[in-house]
């Protein structure tokens, strides 16, 4: 039996500064830079066993653990935000942008890696398929909420959640390839096909009940909505729901990501209002009617001081840094490294290339395409927690030398210069008199 017993003052100590430390570097990041996140990701990477070795392997566990609930919910909350309609009218934008953003980063690999590196086809693959994903995290913590009601927005994290379906069914074929000898690869059917028609039946299933659901609310009595749309209504539904999909898409076999965007889109499209006038007479009478203002009042507050910051230090502290300078006395990993990130930076914000080929129907001037292909390039860039876990299973693959030091290197550039990639473009469409003109490129569509 576990006895309660006081912390030593070293751990009290050791604790606190970490929490404090990440929020602190946080917002000194999101003032320089625009890009809070790569504070807290410097923080975890000080704390982490690749360089202090402050933080006990119990407690970085516990954060690891906390920091994905975080992601969770980021995601989570993507989905709360999304324009349905947006979405709907887009999906095959947001399907080409997905396709090239998994088939350049891939082939790309393929060529530098196997012929200008000389290393094995199967590592150049593995490369590829690590650096193939976006990091949903990443990329939602950089984007205000009035952007990512945008039809960049909407593009964007609809783009990234299909990468993720797509890295999972990658990672499981790696998983496989690892597991036998290259020359007798045999990859059953059920490895690739499963993954995607299990995505595929949860967005069907979430298509439809939600749809199903939001005729019989409509059609409840006003006395019965009113007491659906009280404040501990709509935070036990928030919590049941995400739990039951994140569970359910796990379990089922594909993300768990996917499923917790699921099911902000299931919960905001069933309790939208009817009219504005309906949803501005609630909020000026401070009531909680639908389930973001639920998620804006009672779990944003701890996610952005805790549960965030705590998500990308944990990915600071998983990064092996000390295998970046050198692998067996030769630093040639260094500029093969820094040559193949900038291959795979480029790879990903090609991706904005669609928006020139599928510009708004309602036209505009230049600017506002050239400003959202930027925001859609640049956002894509960053990599993160999935690649880092495609990494890994790919490790026996790309060894633990060179092949895997240069693929952490391009995920650790990507992220960092995707971040801040991010934070300059919308810094210099905010601060630019010529730009204001054209925000409504990046306002949300009516």
């Known amino acids: 039996m576990l006895e309660y017993t006081i912390p030593e003052i070293p751990i009290l100590l050791t604790f606190a500064s970490f929490l404090f430390f990440i929020n602190l570097a946080e917002g000194l990041a999101n003032y ?28 970085q566990t516990t954060f690891q653990v906390m920091g994905y609930i975080g992601l969770l919910l980021i995601v989570f909350e993507a989905g709360l935000s999304t324009d349905m309609s947006l979405l709907y009218k887009n999906i095959w934008l947001s399907l080409l942008v997905a396709l090239t953003g998994v088939g350049l980063p891939i082939g790309l690999s393929i060529l530098l890696l196997s012929v200008g590196y000389k290393y094995t086809v199967f590592q150049g693959f593995a490369a590829g398929a690590a650096l193939c994903s976006t990091s949903l995290g990443t990329t939602l913590a950089l984007l205000s909420p009035e952007i ?15 990468d993720d379906v797509v890295g999972l069914v990658i990672a499981a074929i790696i998983s496989e390839i690892s597991s036998v000898d290259e020359a007798s690869v ?6 690739i096909v499963r993954p995607i028609m ?24 006003a006395e019965w909505k009113d007491r659906l749309r009280t404040q501990r209504v709509q935070l036990f539904m928030l919590v049941f729901v995400l739990a039951g999909y994140v569970a359910g898409a796990n379990y089922s ?96 914000a090609a991706v ?61 550039l990507n992220t960092v210069g995707g971040a801040v990639g991010v934070g300059l473009v919308l810094r210099a469409r905010m601060d630019k008199p010529s730009r204001r003109s054209s925000a409504g490129a990046l306002q949300p569509s009516r």
């Open 32 to 59: 320089l830079i625009e890009a809070g996140l790569l504070g807290s990701l410097v923080v975890g990477i000080i704390y982490g066993p690749e360089a202090a070795n402050i933080l006990p392997t119990d407690a």
């Open 148 to 162: 990512k009601k945008t039809r960049t927005g909407v593009v964007l994290l609809s783009a990234a959640l299909i």
């Open 186 to 191: 045999s990859i059953k059917w059920q490895t």
């Open 198 to 221: 299990v995505s595929v039946a949860f967005g069907l299933f979430t298509f439809i009940v939600s749809r199903l659901l939001r005729f019989l609310v409509f059609r409840l009595p």
């Open 253 to 348: 076999g594909t993300s768990e990501l996917f499923g917790a965007y699921l099911a902000g889109t299931l919960l905001t499209h069933v309790f939208a209002l009817s009219s504005h006038e309906e949803c501005e007479d609630k909020i000026e009478d401070h009531q909680i009617i639908t389930p973001i203002h639920a998620f804006t009042v009672y779990i944003i507050p701890i996610l952005q001081v805790l549960l965030s910051p705590l998500f990308f230090a944990s990915i600071g502290a998983a990064l092996p840094i000390r295998s970046l300078g050198s692998v067996r006395g030769s630093h040639r990993v260094v500029w093969r490294g820094i040559i193949y990130s900038l291959l795979m930076g480029v790879a990903k």
């Open 352 to 412: 904005g290339v669609w928006m020139f080929v599928w510009p708004e129907r309602d036209g505009g001037p230049h600017i506002l395409t050239i400003i959202q292909a930027a925001t859609l390039g640049t956002a894509m860039v960053a990599r993160g927690e999935i690649a880092l876990i495609v990494a890994e299973i790919a490790r026996p693959i790309l060894g633990d030398d060179e092949p895997f030091a240069v693929v952490v290197w391009a995920i650790l």
